[in-house]
């Protein structure tokens, strides 16, 4: 009897024990979250309450210090750069942990093994696509090119890994806790794969859409609404460049042949809306205090932990200080004593698509030219949470893995297609980033520009000795004119790439007459340079409000800097409402509520500032327009894209009357003013409706900008509803969802003045205080000081930590 | 006494041993602590149970007042719990649970060692 009840009492701890250590569907295992001396109440400390004067760092060469200062921001003092990216790797971990591990478990197409089966599809995209195997070739290359790189690569790690390894289950980041899992081992493959990520994010293609296109509309109307160059256009180099190089001749086929039946694929994830950047230098000659004065301000989707952590690294041969990327070496975004740089996408279409014809269903072969080439298979294993292992075969071809076929994203399409694409070939873009941070001179900046190939930037200079510089810097494809532009057909050897535009014919400007130097994703050149150059979403707005206000603008200060890095003038609605107005006629004004609106939109000063309404109500009339004018195009079962904004406008001024306002299905014939006048009418509806339910409609309480934890299931971990304002399109390009991720002034005096802000923190942590502090600063333009730190300094240090 | 004993050496156990150990790990120390005292069942039960649901009930209010931190808010909208205020309760209760099953069993182990006094009327 006695003995029953103990075993019964004893069964039922034990049952209880195991029932909380273990997951029910989405509900995390109870007690090691609960457990307030292991679980999710530790992760409550803020980094300056958990602060230690010395932690234990092996392999150094001598001892590192770690000063932060009151924004949490180290500034790391090292003898030499392998203790520095030791301590680099070390402090990163420290504060970003989770997030440096879960991008790469993105970029490597691992996410199923976090986030269960719901991830599959995702993973098999990103593996498909080639960017682990892009990483692997990456990381032979530089194991064989620059050994030296690969050895900080491997400081790096083994700084991450010592955090690792010592990390208590009070320390451990609150998201491994929620989703159950612990950090692995991190690895210089790793470092490389997130930079091969960043390329994944910020390059996109539309070969797909406009094969469509050209098959829909025939190649005549394709260059009438979708020109390569637009009128008006404001190039980053200065128009009326010199060149001054012999280019590489390219030769075109006499005859192409498209693959030509309509594409039903579901195209890849492309670059999320609204990311783009803003670049520019000014010289001397146009600043108050005769220092040139650089502007950076990079546009990603607004997520937390921010993509971005600040740190200064320092040794005894140079001090470097701005953005870093958790995961990769050195700063990204930055500046050191003599030198500051920036940078901007530089979109072009540099992902190309072919047409494979398999031998048979073995798909061992493939048709090149008269022969047969052989394929390999590549198989990616996807662990699934909870689930089997998914095994995924990838076809590769010298061209490059076949994204597509009959497993995969294929709509009732028996079709291969294979991607080439620059991220698949060997590159070094740490090495670029390694030198870029020691740099002293433009001649230093060249140099390590020289080792970058994607994803392809505009990087602006400029320099303490007074030189101001931007060079467009990528691996970029020799082509002839459209080549690329659509699918096409691997079977023939016409279509491969006919090698690579040398590094030193890349355009780039130095000091130029007009006294700066600037970049915001638009056209790269003038129609002068001689290659083809060609992408989808060049931008047309930022670009010329930018080079205005900087050609107008001398005596230049910080100030009026940062004033333009916050600037919400809305130059498409000052372009298209009057336009609009004009085309809607006097028809709505006997409509009482029509009437306030178009109020508010002739009082407009064209400002998207927070508080106004205006812009709410022309983006609403704007969004209805255009859907309008285009509902033939988007009536496509086929994917297709849409003509830019800019070249809509165009259309609306020049050719209101033009039969492409014309809709095939109706019975009327319908011009700009019909579409203008019906997006009027369901704007009223919509504001309607907003008013009802919402009250409000200024700017900032209708875009609504919201900075997204990486798992958006976590909301109570987001911020919503930020207050600013600005939006795509606009120099303050803060939308919803994306926006300046990271912004940055330097004066490059004697003694460097720099000011910086992001929409986070530092700390990577939502439980510290440090997590989410800089975002109402940056939602209302104020910076933090980024000024270099000497090792002596003792003001402003909330604490130091010497790693030994 | 011995209840007010058991309560208050078990909430001692978690607050020595706990941050360096897991909960399970403590749930063995709990039930080798009502073993050695010697309590009975019912009295187990609810000292080891009080003892961990009040230490780890306190330890989160503590935490909760010194960190000044969101994430409790944070944690309990996450978990569909609403307020904070539950979220301790949570934690509270799960310790006493764990606390008394640990203790509950420590005590019916020890009572399952006594050898049963076979010559009662001596001899």
Known sequence: MKYIGFFVAFALTIALAVAVSRPFGAIPPLAPLLDPNNGFWQNTFSEDELAEEELELSNLSAEVKVIYDENLIPHVFASNDADLYRAQGYITAKHRLWQMEFQTMAAGGRLSEVVGSLALDLDRMTRRKGLSYGAEKGAEFIKENDPESYLLLEAYADGVNQYIDQLSDARLPVEYKILNYRPEHWSAFKSILLLKYMTDMLVGDRDLEYSNLRKILGEVMLDKLYPEYPQGVDPIIESGHKWGFKSLSVT????????????????????????????????????????????????????????WYSMQLTTPDHSVKGATLPGALGVISGFNEDIAWGVTNATRDTRDWYKITFQDNTRKAYRYGDRWEQTTFRIEEIKVKGEKVFLDTVVYTHYGPVVYDKTFNSNRQDVNFALKWNVHEGSNEQKTFLLLNASKNHEDYNEALNNYTAPAQNFVFASKSGDIAMRIQGKFPLKWRGQGKFFMDGADPRMEWQGYIPNDQNARTLNPSRGFVSSANQHPTDSTYPYYVFDNSFEFYRNRRLNNQLKGMSNITVEDMQGLQFDDYYLHAAEALPIMLGLLGKDSESDAVAKKYLALLNEWDFYADPNQKAPTVFYIWWKKTYAHIWTDLTNNIAPVVLPSYYQTVLFMKNEPTDSIFNLKNTADIETAATHVKQGFKEMLVDMAKWEADEGDFSWANYKRTKIQHLVPQFKSFSVDNVYTGGGSGMLNATSDRAGASWR??????????????????????????????FINKWANGEYLNFDLRKSDQAEGVLFQTILN | MKFILVTFLTALLIIIINPFLPYWAVMIFIAILTALVGINGVGAFFAGGLGMGLAWLGQSIYIGIISGSQLPQKMSELMGLGSDMVLFAVTGLLGFLLGAFSALSGSLFRKSLKRKPTNIYGG
């Open chain 1, 744 to 773: 940055m002034v330097v004066e490059l005096g004697e003694e460097i003045k720099a000011f910086g802000i992001y929409p986070g923190g530092q700390s990577g942590n939502p439980g510290s205080k440090y997590y989410s502090n």
């Open chain 1, 252 to 307: 075109r086929p006499d005859s192409i042949s498209y693959p030509d039946n309509l594409l039903l694929i579901d195209p890849m994830p492309q670059p999320e809306d609204g990311t783009g950047s803003n670049n520019w230098a000014v010289s001397g000659s146009k600043t108050k205090s005769g220092n040139p004065i650089l502007a950076n301000d990079p546009h990603l989707s607004l997520n937390l932990p921010s993509l």
